[in-house]
C-alpha cells in the first residue's frame, strides 16, 4: 500500500511531503483552528492531535511539535488507506506501523546508511520517539533478511528502485562467468552478510 503511495504521489526524497501526499490522494482534512470554541473542544474530547471520520482527516494544526503532527496524520491515513473500521488495539497498531513505514521505509534507512535514532530524525522528521522505535524496527527487518532470502521483499526493491534509480543510460552488460560451487557461494554470502554488518556497526562484527 505504501508503495502504490510512493508511486502515485511521485514520492522520491525525504522527508515525506505529508500534506501534498493527502491532497494528490483525494483525502479531504479539516483543521482544528478552523472550527468555533464548541467544536474544537468536541475534537479534543476524541482525540488531542488528530482522528478520521468518514474519509476525512481532522487534526489539530495549531500543535507546535510539527513532528508528531506529522506522524498524527500519517496514523489517521494509514486507518483510510487500510479501510479501518471501528476502534481496535489492532487497527491502531496498524495505523501506527504504516505511519512509521511510509515516513521512514526500512529500505530507506539501510541504502542512506542510518546508523542511530539521530540520523533517522534529521533525515525523516519524525520524532525521537518514533526514531528509536523506527531503528529497533530496522534491526528485526535487517535480521530477518540475513536469516531467510537475504534480499528485501518485492515492493522493497520497487521501492528501492523508485528512491534509488539506477544509472539511467542502463546497466553494463553482464559477461557470462562460470557457475559458481556451493562452496563458493556460501563463502560469498558469509562475507556479504559480515562486511554489511561492520557498515552498519562501524567495528569487526566478530
Same mark, same amino acid.
Given at each position: 500500500?505504501?508503495? !502504490?503511495?510512493?508511486?502515485?504521489?511521485?514520492?522520491?526524497?525525504?522527508?515525506v511531503?505529508?500534506?501534498r501526499?493527502? !491532497?494528490?490522494?483525494?483525502?479531504?482534512?479539516?483543521?482544528?483552528?478552523?472550527?468555533?470554541?464548541?467544536?474544537?473542544?468536541?475534537?479534543?474530547?476524541?482525540?488531542?492531535?488528530?482522528?478520521?471520520?468518514?474519509?476525512?482527516?481532522?487534526?489539530?494544526?495549531?500543535?507546535?511539535?510539527?513532528?508528531?503532527?506529522?506522524?498524527?496524520?500519517?496514523?489517521?491515513?494509514?486507518?483510510?488507506?487500510?479501510?479501518?473500521?471501528?476502534?481496535?488495539?489492532e487497527?491502531e497498531?496498524q495505523?501506527?506501523?504504516?505511519?512509521?513505514?511510509?515516513?521512514?521505509?526500512?529500505?530507506?534507512?539501510?541504502?542512506?546508511?542510518?546508523?542511530?535514532?539521530?540520523?533517522?530524525?534529521?533525515t525523516?522528521?519524525?520524532?525521537?520517539?518514533?526514531a528509536?522505535?523506527?531503528?529497533?524496527?530496522?534491526?528485526?527487518?535487517?535480521?530477518?533478511?540475513?536469516?531467510?532470502?537475504?534480499?528485501?521483499?518485492l515492493?522493497?526493491q520497487?521501492?528501492e528502485?523508485?528512491?534509488?534509480p539506477?544509472?539511467?543510460?542502463?546497466?553494463?552488460?553482464?559477461?557470462?562467468?562460470?557457475?559458481?560451487?556451493?562452496? !563458493?557461494?556460501?563463502?560469498?554470502?558469509?562475507?556479504?552478510f559480515?562486511?554489511?554488518?561492520?557498515?552498519?556497526?562501524?567495528?569487526d562484527?566478530m
Amino acid at each position: 500500500t505504501i508503495l !502504490e503511495i510512493y508511486q502515485k504521489c511521485q514520492v522520491t526524497d525525504f522527508p515525506v511531503d505529508c500534506y501534498r501526499s493527502i !491532497e494528490v490522494l483525494k483525502i479531504s482534512f479539516n483543521l482544528y483552528s478552523s472550527e468555533n470554541e464548541a467544536r474544537r473542544r468536541h475534537y479534543h474530547l476524541i482525540s488531542d492531535d488528530s482522528f478520521k471520520f468518514r474519509g476525512m482527516i481532522y487534526y489539530k494544526d495549531l500543535s507546535p511539535h510539527l513532528l508528531r503532527r506529522r506522524f498524527s496524520l500519517m496514523h489517521e491515513l494509514g486507518h483510510i488507506m487500510l479501510n479501518h473500521t471501528g476502534n481496535s488495539q489492532e487497527n491502531e497498531d496498524q495505523a501506527d506501523l504504516f505511519s512509521s513505514y511510509i515516513l521512514a521505509p526500512r529500505i530507506a534507512i539501510h541504502k542512506m546508511g542510518c546508523q542511530d535514532a539521530q540520523q533517522i530524525h534529521d533525515t525523516f522528521q519524525i520524532s525521537y520517539q518514533a526514531a528509536n522505535r523506527a531503528l529497533a524496527d530496522y534491526y528485526k527487518w535487517f535480521r530477518q533478511i540475513c536469516n531467510t532470502t537475504r534480499k528485501p521483499t518485492l515492493p522493497e526493491q520497487q521501492m528501492e528502485q523508485l528512491l534509488f534509480p539506477s544509472d539511467p543510460s542502463g546497466p553494463a552488460p553482464v559477461k557470462k562467468q562460470p557457475k559458481a560451487t556451493a562452496k !563458493e557461494i556460501k563463502r560469498q554470502e558469509r562475507t556479504d552478510f559480515f562486511n554489511e554488518m561492520q557498515h552498519l556497526h562501524g567495528a569487526d562484527p566478530m
